[in-house]
């Protein structure tokens, strides 16, 4: 998907499970304060967005922090699902 206006861009709620994986994580806030500045600006560059491997899926991660990583979907031109939430070195 490429980026029409990369700004205001809306995040889906998370699922349940992805919600319990940042609290047993001690995450939540690193979490919060990512997604808020991807909402104003998907190609920050602390957020480190980027599209995955194999590259014709369309699946795209940006950094929580320097070992997680969430996982996201476009549903829209200007909006995401995040789907998983990882350690990025695991």
Known sequence: MVWQNPQNMSVK???LDLIKYLKKHN????YDKQVNLFQ???RHPSLNTERL?????????FRIDR???????FT???EIE???INDHYK
């Open 13 to 15: 709620p998370l699922r």
């Open 27 to 30: 995450i939540q806030k690193k």
């Open 40 to 42: 104003l600006s998907p």
């Open 53 to 61: 491997e194999p590259k014709h899926i369309k699946i795209y991660s």
């Open 67 to 73: 070992k997680y990583r969430a996982i996201f979907i």
């Open 76 to 78: 829209s031109s200007k």
């Open 82 to 84: 995040i789907i998983d």
